[in-house]
């Protein structure tokens, strides 16, 4: 029978990628209500943030599919998980569509974890081709673009000679190199006496315990967060006229 196993520190890791997530979000928000004014597009801090919050995440999906396969997969639990993924990341595309005219979420962060998920299973006992095929996806990334990729039936897909005009874009190359570099990363953390820490540490400080359950829940988190910063802000907005 699969076995449930949770490391305590990778649920606060994934808590502190969620934590950046809502600060991030809800900067954005401020300037999406002309509350304070952020450049997302061209400032480099933003931009180096965003890139660190989905590395994060995404380096934690491969670790996590490492784990969920240690004991055997728990395909009742998979497919659930995979479900709400991809329910979730239909509702954002419709939701973007009415909000962001012009700028509809396609292939936002949800739609690639859906992805990942499932490309992932067919890397998850394969360290070493993962390092290997991972590294290479995020160099393809930085050395090659091509005007075939900015057809929108292939955003999806990745190198693009532009960004496309949407909210959210985490396109399959770079990110599944991210993904697969995750699953190497798990494997050592089982196997590599250096990285075992993070198998064994455990903290009882309210911040650690805080963080790890809001790493347990992130996806309900990344679902809710925002309409409940929206909501805030709009009453905010109504208040102070």
Request: aromatic fraction near 16%; charged fraction near 10%.
């Amino acid at each position: 029978m699969p076995v449930s196993t949770r490391y305590q520190l990778i649920d606060i890791l994934r808590g502190v990628a969620i934590a950046m997530m809502v600060f991030y979000h809800f900067c954005y928000d401020l300037t999406y209500f002309q509350l304070a004014k952020f450049d997302f597009y061209r400032d480099p801090f933003w931009l180096n943030l965003r890139t660190l919050i989905i590395s994060l995440f995404l380096g934690l999906v491969g670790v996590s599919l490492v784990l969920a396969a240690e004991h055997g997969i728990n395909w009742q639990r998979y497919l659930k998980r995979l479900g709400l993924l991809v329910l979730f990341a239909l509702a954002i595309s419709i939701n973007s569509y009415f909000m962001f005219p012009g700028r509809t979420i396609v292939f936002g962060i949800l739609h690639f974890i859906a992805f990942a998920s499932v490309a992932g299973l067919l890397f998850v006992r394969w360290p070493g081709v993962s390092l290997l095929v991972g590294s290479g996806i995020i160099v393809l990334d930085r050395i090659y673009q091509h005007s075939f990729f900015d057809q929108a039936w292939v955003h999806w897909l990745g190198l693009m000679t532009h960004k496309p005009a949407t909210e959210d874009y985490v396109p399959v190359i770079p990110w599944f190199g991210v993904v697969l570099v995750g699953i190497f990363v798990g494997h050592q953390m089982q196997r590599a006496p250096a990285l075992r820490f993070f198998t064994t540490w455990q903290s009882s400080t309210p911040l650690a315990r805080g963080l790890a359950l809001a790493g347990r829940h992130s996806l309900l988190i990344y679902v809710m967060h925002q309409p409940i910063l929206f909501g805030l802000l709009w009453v905010t907005m109504q208040v102070l006229g």
